[in-house]
């Protein structure tokens, strides 16, 4: 397998793997329910929450890797340092979040078990929700701005065709305007560049 074939496979299937944790249909209510619906879902299903975080982590893990490969599959007469500053975003902002996830992992089914049990929630946990959305924020923009630079690189050459490469960079833009407009932003938005990206390069 080559080096484009292995990034392809890697973009394919790392959002997949994000989306099946995103489908969980124990949880599916819990991602736009007010807190103490939220809370009162993952006290109710803690093993779901925890089995759908790590699905995350490993979704974007191979996500972030077959975005950082992407730039060593554009020809050396095309932009190859433009892509390789949009894959290096990537990584950081991948990493932000697998930090914010690891935070929901961790701390968030005791939370809401113990919400659950008392109705009750730390105030520390607030602290650290805030810290947690902070994170999750940052790879919002991270994570688009990369993926807009490794479109507009793919452009000038390589195996993605530029009509996919120009639409992941506006998709980018106007998600990023979405997000800063309300305020938020479902997570799988940025998987699906990636995910066009890989079925590009298998394609190809």
């Known amino acids: 397998m080559d080096l484009a074939h292995l990034s392809g496979w890697l973009l394919v299937v790392g959002p997949l793997v994000f989306v099946v944790g995103a489908g969980d249909p124990y949880l599916i209510r819990a991602w736009t329910a007010p807190q103490a619906i939220f809370l009162a879902v993952v006290g109710r299903h803690p093993m779901a929450w925890r089995a759908t975080n790590v699905l995350f982590i490993v979704g974007t893990v191979l996500t972030a890797v077959g975005l950082a490969l992407l730039p060593f599959v554009v020809p050396d007469g095309g932009p190859r340092g433009f892509a390789l ?8 902002a991948a990493i932000l979040w697998i930090i914010s996830l690891l935070y929901r992992l961790a701390v968030t089914p005791t939370t809401a078990l113990r919400f659950v049990d008392s109705g009750a929630i730390d105030p520390w946990v607030a602290t650290l929700d805030g810290l947690s959305g902070a994170l999750f924020q940052a790879f919002i923009v991270l994570g688009f701005a990369g993926i807009a630079a490794i479109g507009i690189a793919t ?50």
């Open 85 to 92: 500053g949009g894959a290096v975003a990537f990584v950081i």
């Open 155 to 204: 452009t000038a050459g390589g195996p993605i065709p530029p009509p996919i490469g120009w639409a992941a960079a506006a998709l980018a833009g106007l998600l990023v305007g979405g997000f800063v407009v309300s305020g938020d932003m479902p997570p799988f938005t940025v998987y699906l560049a990636p995910l066009a990206f890989g079925i590009a390069v298998l394609v190809s």
